[in-house]
């Protein structure tokens, strides 16, 4: 049995508080599963900077690069607000995803049944909804060139970025979508703006292209991305795998993760290309309005580690095994404060974390 070498970076506010429960799992899968972990815990963002000065050492980043899966809690707060704009606790985590050319977010949008009341949309809209967003993450107009603000003369400015893709940029988020869908549905819904963008057309030729060399076994549709926004509020089911650019993908991702509800249910996961260690996060951010006060949800950096084990582990029944226990514990009626309904329990973070464990004791006593 191989051990696993794993990053954790639990980060600022909350995210020491959500990786002590993530710690939880992992010591449980150790007792209980086939499988083992070398874990090597260090500082991103704020902290960092409080450590090292920088919000990412060259130090870290070789021991992530190291790795076989990077976990991170969150980084940011109030208590860096002030610092250099480029030390500050968002640039170690901008600078760890271009390091390692993680070009591929994957946002899983997952309805659990016991939190079908907490979207905004109708239960039936929402029940059983399972759909994954995979944004391109590190080209497009957030990073191309030319980009500025220019002085016209005459008290006129004009701000500009350029949208902007190559053919292997394409192919490669493409070639992600595809292989995730063969694991999941096997529908790829690829959204860009054909119609107003010459980057959109050359986008929706390529993944034609694509789609024909050797992934016709998934079934492949086009659609504008504007279409996509309200499809996602009106038939959000009709979807498995949606791949978009990154200015999409941002939007749409975090339309898709409304629809479930809430924050601190919602995982993610960059990848970059085979063998890179992938980078797993929750979608929420460091809630410094609840940081240490042992409210904040820990399922959703719990999910991301399921996702670790699924994406970057290959230990997909691992993952399963996590993901139907989270299930369980939502269904029994404890809740953290985030997602607590009528009826239900308020429990504190770290009683989540065990009320997960107990789950996944007696399940493992059913089974034996
Ligand atoms: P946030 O996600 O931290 O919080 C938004 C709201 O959701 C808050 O009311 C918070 O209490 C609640 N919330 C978030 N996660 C929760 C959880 N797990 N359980 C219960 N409630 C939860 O977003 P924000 O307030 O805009 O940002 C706070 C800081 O986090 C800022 O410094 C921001 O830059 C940073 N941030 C970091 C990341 C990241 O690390 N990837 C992402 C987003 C924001």
Known sequence: MGSHNIVMLAGDGIGPEVM????KVISWLESNGDISFTIHEDHLGGSAIDAYGVPLTDETLEQCRASDAIIMGSVGGPKW???????????GLLKLRKELD???NLRPALVFDALVDASSLKPEIVKGLDILIVRELTGGVYFGEPRGIEDLGNGERRGFNTQTYTTSEIRRIGVAAFELARKRGGRVTSCEKANVMESGKLWREEMTKLHGEGFDDVELSHMYADNCAMQLLRNPKQFDVI?????????????????TGSLGMLPSASLGAPGVPGLYEPVHGSAPDIAGQGKANPLATILSFAMALRYSLDRGDLADRIETAVQDVLSSGTRTADIMAEGCKEISTSAMGDALIAVLDSKLAEAA
């Open 81 to 91: 607000d002030n610092v250099d704009y480029n030390i500050r606790p968002e640039a």
């Open 20 to 23: 002590s429960e993530v710690k």
């Open 102 to 104: 993680l070009f591929a």
């Open 243 to 259: 791949v978009t650019d990154n200015l999409f993908g941002d939007i749409l991702s975090d339309e898709a993760a409304m629809l």
